[in-house]
């Protein structure tokens, strides 16, 4: 057996812009998604999944992914992790060039299924990590990335970016902007993120932006104008840059740029009632800034708080579900066994 874990992450800045050639900045979190994969001697795959945000499945299918038996929760969240996992050991397959290799795979995961903290691109990751050992065959986590990368935009009809499967196979915080992926420098900063119990699907919130973007021009600018938020957030994390803000009002200022992005977010319309509701909570308690994360339309929101304030306020906020202290990770996929 080979297992492989892969962290979920959040977004400082970017996301749907990043689709367009923008500028991203997410950065790894310690919520990881565990894969152990074993070979099986016939080409079947049987998947068990638990902790997925929902009550955990087991399918088992041959070749064709038409043929699952019946499951006992939501349809569409089990099709989505399916399609990741599908594609995950279509890439393993083929970088191991095994075509028919069959496996057991059984997918554990403390990252919520479609709530924007990168639960696909963790799972994609790790499984492909964890597919090609197993058919002995090891890959760098940059080559990870690009499989994965591939994986997911199979998934999502070709509508992804690289940013959340190479800040999952890489950790720490990440620049990434059309092919460009490179780490970046960036202070520990205080995340606090607030889960509204739901989910968002990120092909259909892509796409809405981008009928969005092509029907009016304002849209296309608010895209690019997430860009430019991007640009000036990321020279404020850096710690070498030329400035004369010290490093508390640099965190500060972070948080104004996490305030404008969301703004920004909101009007392409990605964002709920729930996440509106969860990023006013933390303002309101003191927060720096705060912004939903990922792809929206249910799920979480992360803002920047030193103090406990945020949190507490968070757990008293009606509509979210859980709220927590994100750690930051240097850490992208962990071989474990
Ligand atoms: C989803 O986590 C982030 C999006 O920007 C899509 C992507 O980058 O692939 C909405």
Known sequence: MTVSSAPGKVYLFGEHAVVYGEPAVPCAIERRATVSVEA?????????????????????????TDDRPDVNVPAGLVEAAMGYIDAAVEQARD??????????????????????LGSSAAVTVAGIDAATRELGRSLPPEAI???????????????????????????????????DCRRIDAPDLPIVVGFDGGAGDTGELVSGVRA????????????????????????????????????????????????????????????????????WAAREAGAHGAKLTGAGGGGCIAALDPTPETLTALRFTPGCEEAFRAELTTDGVRRLE
Do not use: W
Request: glycine share 10%; charged share 30%; hydrophobic share 40%.
């Open 212 to 279: 969005l973007k092509e029907r009016y021009d304002f849209a296309a600018d608010t895209v690019e104008t997430i860009g430019d938020v991007v640009r000036t957030g990321e020279r404020l994390l850096d710690p070498d840059a030329a400035t004369d803000v010290d490093a508390a009002d640099r965190i500060a200022e972070v948080g104004d740029l996490m305030n404008f992005n969301h703004g920004l977010l909101e009007s392409l319309g990605v964002s709920s009632r729930s996440l509106d509701s969860m990023v």
């Open 145 to 179: 990335a690009d499989r994965a990368y591939r994986a997911e935009s199979a998934v999502q009809k070709g509508e992804a970016s690289r940013a959340d499967t190479f800040c999952s196979a890489v950790g720490g915080a990440v620049r990434v902007e059309g092919d």
């Open 40 to 64: 099986r001697d016939d080409d079947h795959v049987r998947v068990e999944a638990s902790d997925l945000s929902l009550d955990g499945f087991t399918v088992e299918y041959a070749g064709s």
């Open 95 to 116: 970088a191991a060039d095994v075509p028919d290799a069959g496996f057991d795979i059984t997918v554990e995961s403390e990252i919520p299924l479609g709530a924007g």
